[in-house]
Antibody
Framework: QVQLKESGPGLVQPSQTLSLTCTVS????????VHWVRQPPGKGLEWMGG???????DYNSALKSRLSISRDTSKSQVFLKMNSLQTDDTAIYFC????????????WGQGTLVTVSS | DVVLTQTPVSLLISLGGQASISCRSS???????????LHWYLQKPGQSPQLLIY???NRFSGIPDRFSGSGSGTDFTLKISRVEPEDLGVYYC?????????FGAGTKLELK
């Protein structure tokens, strides 16, 4: 069955770079897109960006200058890198996948909490 | 960016009661292909969002018929009838018609 699992450091210092990994199973990255969504504690959801089956990427314009999404299809992993982190980047970071090539996000990882603090 | 305005911010409902949540968009969510990519999610405490309704009015697999979605253009509604304890949490609308995808700010459903 489809599964996604985020991993990464729980704590990042201000101005540093965040690196997260989404390890997936149950589907191929070459024919499915995977997206990142984040949620500051107690707040709402923000779509960050995604990588499509052909390897092309899409980013939220608000984050585009700091954000990079890539993948390793042989390892079934999708990566998020975001630089110049500030305290308001503290959030739970989720990876998510649309249902069977359709438009709606149906599968979500459990999320990983990233705290930006010195 | 498309702004989705959800109202109310919170709802106090008795078990067995009915809840209605509005999601209004700053622009039409009808895609050039004719589809409307407005979806609804429930996030229970400590959990990831779960898909309830896709494309305005279609219940996702396993979602009970107590949940229904309606609307068109810029105005959408999620209705929950016969509220049960497992329905409690924060409801979000999401539009994927226009880039970037945007979520509503959420509506918290609590028990009266």
């Amino acid at each position: 069955q489809v599964q996604l699992k985020e991993s990464g450091p729980g704590l990042v210092q201000p101005s540093q770079t965040l690196s997260l990994t989404c390890t997936v199973s149950g589907f191929s990255l070459t024919s499915n897109s995977v997206h990142w969504v984040r949620q500051p504690p107690g707040k709402g959801l923000e779509w960050m960006g995604g990588i499509w089956g052909d390897g092309s990427t899409d980013y939220n314009s608000a984050l585009k200058s700091r954000l990079s999404i890539s993948r390793d299809t042989s390892k079934s992993q999708v990566f998020l890198k975001m630089n110049s982190l500030q305290t308001d980047d503290t959030a739970i970071y989720f990876c998510t996948k649309p249902y069977s090539g359709f438009n709606w996000f149906a599968y979500w990882g459990q999320g990983t909490l990233v705290t930006v603090s010195s | 960016d498309v702004v989705l305005t959800q109202t109310p911010v919170s709802l106090l409902i008795s078990l067995g009661g009915q809840a209605s949540i509005s999601c209004r968009s700053s622009q039409s969510l009808v895609h050039s292909n004719g589809n409307t990519y407005l979806h609804w999610y429930l996030q229970k405490p400590g959990q990831s969002p779960q898909l309830l309704i896709y494309q305005v009015s279609n219940r996702f697999s396993g979602i009970p018929d107590r949940f229904s979605g309606s609307g068109s253009g810029t105005d959408f509604t999620l209705k929950i009838s016969r509220v049960e304890p497992e329905d409690l949490g924060v409801y979000y609308c999401l539009q994927r018609t226009h880039n970037p995808d945007t979520f509503g700010a959420g509506t918290k459903l609590e028990l009266k």
